[in-house]
């Protein structure tokens, strides 16, 4: 395995500045959210519905904007959090049956405890399946596994593309992506990062190209940070 991380002079940086877009983002969000709701609902008593179809595909558009000011908060690490023992199985069982196909996903757990924040841990380990989901989506398995070695650990593993070095040197880069025309916002594995390193853990990455690509979280302890 191969631990990639950007300096740390760097990601303070990065992080400092996601905090402060994420904020201004969800202040203004707020304004926008707000004004569409009042717009429908006035709308709606007054039995106006031609701008129905408008109205919603705003109000899904800023719901998406939400959610990506979330990431960015995640990703800053500023997000408010409630630190408490949870069972990194179950919270990957969760997000496994959310996936478009689950059945694509092998999945293998014991006891595996960690000192965290449930919704952070659930945002970074759907971070990291989607983006095995995402490798395979042409042919191929994605294989889980939640274990308690030395502390706990995940083991990610998918036999999809796999990623050329130049790539894997820059995956855990913030906002980098490979994927055309924006698709990507290159927050996955920097969340699923910051998170590991928030609860005193690692992401470790390995990849090649044409055979898939392992994550694998590390904590040390005996099940508890």
Excluded at 26 to 44: D, F, P, Q, S, V
Excluded at 118 to 126: C, E, K, S
Excluded at 200 to 225: C, D, H, K
Aim: proline share 4%.
């Amino acid at each position: 395995m191969t631990e990639i991380l950007p300096d740390d002079a760097d990601r303070q940086v990065l992080e400092d500045f996601a905090a402060n877009v994420a904020h201004d983002f969800n202040n203004l969000l707020t304004g926008i959210l707000g004004n569409l709701e009042l717009m429908h609902n006035r709308a709606a008593r007054a039995g106006i519905t031609q701008f129905d179809g408008y109205l919603e595909g705003a109000r899904n558009a800023g719901g998406r904007a939400a959610v990506f000011a979330q990431r960015l908060l995640a990703f800053s690490g500023r997000a408010a959090q409630d630190f408490a023992e949870h069972d990194l199985g179950a919270v990957i069982g969760e997000v496994i049956a959310s996936l478009p196909e689950p059945g694509k996903v092998t999945f293998a757990a014991t006891r595996c405890v960690l000192f965290c924040d449930a919704a952070q841990a659930g945002l970074a380990l759907q971070e990291l399946l989607t983006n095995a989901a995402d490798a395979v989506a042409e042919g191929g398995a994605i294989t889980v596994q939640a274990e308690a070695a030395s502390g706990p650990r995940i083991i990610i593993q998918d036999s999809g593309a796999g990623m050329a070095p130049e790539v894997l040197a820059r995956a855990l880069e913030p906002f980098y992506s490979t994927r055309p025309n924006g698709a990507g916002k290159g927050l996955g594995l920097p969340i699923a990062e910051r998170f590991a390193r928030q609860t005193g853990g690692t992401l470790r990455l390995a990849s090649t190209l044409g055979q898939g690509t392992t994550v694998t979280l590390q904590w040390p302890g005996e099940e508890r940070t």
